[in-house]
């Protein structure tokens, strides 16, 4: 896989929750194709010699553009050093990969519901179409926590505007909204939510992208309004498994390690109970003899086991007699 240099263009370096970066070719030779929904694996070195390697990253920008733009949300290491990064900083691209595409031949009526940082890959797609001037009809609905945290208001804004077969509306969800004709007041993408945002689902394809709970909840919704399964396609960004996933491994290890101890326990009690077994099988016969030396009637208990090893024991009762124990 080709391996492309970039360097930092700009960068909204607030490091708050979210971050815009503008990456721009290192040279020519390092414009590659892709196309809307794709992402990358990025790299850098930081500003001490550490290095950071692939994280993946949908790009925001449309394949029309020379430059690279992403949404990121800022969460760990990684994105916390790259959003500290200053121009000019080299990024190493590698890609592009994945199949959540924007194919503008196959999808006439795209509904793109994206939960946070999930709307790269649609920002991607609505300004490709926008600038190629398809005649695709496009609604996404973007779910939001915080204001601050949209990102890509101002160009969803701006796309609105000069895309006529486009339109938005943002739920945010953990804030009072302004007057704005984006947000959807007191609003949750539900079934209600949907069904109010398009003119009906027949002949449409819905794109899923957010955190993996957001997304099964949007697919249920589509589900029960009807939506035929094969026109929900989907793309998590949970690059960690998650954790039913996880319960799923533990449970499977239990079952198994717990077979397993099943299995040595059934083992160990069916070797005893063969032991119980020969012990059952022993016979014991006594013989009487004289002993020479003492001239006293000793008598001598020979245990016969099934292998036929005899061993013996003695002792000095006089009774003579025959027990099967
Ligand atoms: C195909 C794909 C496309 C993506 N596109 C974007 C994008 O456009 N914008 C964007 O912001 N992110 C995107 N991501 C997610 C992004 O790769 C991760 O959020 C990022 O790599 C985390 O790096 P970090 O340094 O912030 O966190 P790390 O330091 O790597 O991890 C910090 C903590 O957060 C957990 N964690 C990290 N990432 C995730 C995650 N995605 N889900 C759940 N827990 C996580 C880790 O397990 C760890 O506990 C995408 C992921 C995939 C798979």
Redesign the pocket.
């Known amino acids: 896989m080709p391996k492309y240099k970039y360097l930092i263009e700009t960068s909204n370096n607030s490091c708050g929750d979210?971050?815009i970066i503008t990456l721009k070719p290192k040279t020519p030779q390092d414009i590659f194709n892709f196309k809307p929904g794709q992402?990358v694996m990025l790299s850098f070195t930081d500003v001490l010699g550490k290095l950071?390697i692939n994280?993946?990253?949908?790009?925001?920008s449309s394949p029309t553009d020379d430059n690279l733009v992403?949404?990121?949300?800022?969460?760990?290491?990684?994105?916390?050093?790259?959003c500290k990064l200053p121009q000019g900083t080299k990024i190493d691209v590698l890609g592009p990969?994945?199949t959540?595409v924007f194919d503008e031949a196959k999808y006439s009526e795209a509904v793109f519901i994206a939960g946070g940082?999930?709307v790269?890959?649609f920002i991607s797609a609505i300004k490709y179409a926008t600038k190629k001037s398809l005649t695709n009809k496009l609604t996404l609905l973007y779910s939001n926590r915080g204001l601050n945290s949209t990102l890509f208001y101002d160009d969803i804004k701006q796309l609105v505007t000069v895309n006529p077969n486009f339109s938005a509306q943002i739920a945010i969800t953990g804030e009072v909204v302004p007057d704005d004709a984006l947000y959807c007041k007191n609003c949750r993408i539900d079934k209600d939510f949907i069904t109010s945002s398009i003119d009906s689902i027949i002949n449409k394809d819905f794109f899923l992208c957010g955190?993996?709970a957001f997304m099964k909840a949007m697919e249920k919704n589509l589900i029960e309004l009807g939506v035929n399964k094969n026109r929900i396609h989907q793309?998590?960004?949970?690059?960690?498994p998650?954790t039913s996933l996880k319960n799923n491994y533990l449970n499977i290890l239990l079952v198994y390690g717990f077979s397993i101890i099943l299995f040595i326990v059934a083992l160990i009690f069916v070797s005893g109970g063969f032991k119980e077994e020969e012990n059952e099988e022993k016979t014991e016969i006594d013989y009487q003899i004289v002993n020479t030396n003492t001239q006293k009637v000793e008598t001598v208990t020979a245990t016969i086991t099934p292998t036929y090893t005899p061993t013996y024991t003695t002792s000095t009762i006089p009774a003579p007699r025959t027990r099967t124990s």
Not at 55 to 60: L, N, Q, Y
Not at 235 to 240: A, L, M, P, R
């Open positions: 979210a971050l992402y950071f994280h993946p990253f949908s790009i925001a992403f949404g990121i949300r800022v969460i760990g290491k990684f994105t916390q050093t790259l990969f994945g959540f940082v999930g790269t890959p955190p993996n793309e998590s960004f949970s690059v960690v998650d």
